[in-house]
């Protein structure tokens, strides 16, 4: 896949082959480059988990270099490792804002997915301003200074984002998980109902 950037940006502003260039959120590795275009290489797996695999000629796309360490950190951490898609369900104008509804390809993956925590869509390291649980959805507002620099803003009803969650929900749940018995293939059991469990168990003097 090769894109092409604005003339005159400095993306590749001292970029080397084998650097990393997140492209619509998804973390892919630099094969060649010139002044004004890049080329990266795609695995079917990368096609198969993004909306990379919907691109098409002349298609506009989030571009972001791999963060240095001696920036401000602002946002959180986002490695590009994209989780799943999610469909949007609809935009609203809100004021000078637009509220984006999405219901996630894996519905596994709402449960990392809370009222005011992080989330990337697309890349773009976003607030969640609602979540509703039972039927599967959540919110973000997206202010015009955001609207004028992703290309989320340009998407409607049915378009696909990519969605990477907060990885600290990840590694968060797997180590309860593992506190209270568990392992990965039963990290998707409720967390609540284990504990609820061990609580009953030692209680009437067995091992939890």
């Known amino acids: ?5 604005p003339t005159g940006s400095n993306l590749l502003t001292d970029c080397h082959e084998g650097d990393s260039i997140a492209v619509n959120g998804c973390c892919l590795t630099v094969t060649s480059f010139s002044n004004d275009t890049f080329t990266i290489g795609v695995a079917p797996e990368t096609l198969r988990i993004t909306n990379l695999g919907t691109l098409v000629e002349s298609s506009r796309v989030n571009l972001e270099r791999a963060v240095r ?3 401000r950190m602002g946002g ?3 490695q590009g490792h994209v989780d799943t898609t999610a469909d949007i369900l609809s935009v609203t104008p809100d004021g000078n804002a637009l509220t984006f509804r999405f219901q996630p390809k894996k ?10 925590g992080f989330i990337a869509i697309d890349g773009t390291s976003l607030t969640v301003t609602e979540v509703n649980d039972a039927e599967g959805w ?4 997206l202010i015009t200074y955001s609207q004028e620099r992703v290309v989320m803003a340009k998407k409607g009803k049915g378009d696909t984002v990519n969605i990477e969650v907060d990885m600290m929900a990840k590694y968060a749940e797997k180590s309860l998980a593992g506190i209270l018995g568990g392992d990965g293939a039963s990290a998707s059991i409720p967390l609540l109902e284990k504990i ?6 030692k209680s009437q003097g067995a091992k939890p």
């Open 76 to 78: 959180h951490f986002v």
């Open 69 to 71: 360490a001696d920036t």
């Open 196 to 201: 609820v469990e061990r609580v009953v168990a």
């Open 107 to 116: 519905p596994e993956f709402l449960r990392y997915i809370v009222y005011k």
């Open 138 to 141: 959540w919110e973000i507002m």
């Open 1 to 5: 896949m090769t894109i092409t950037i």
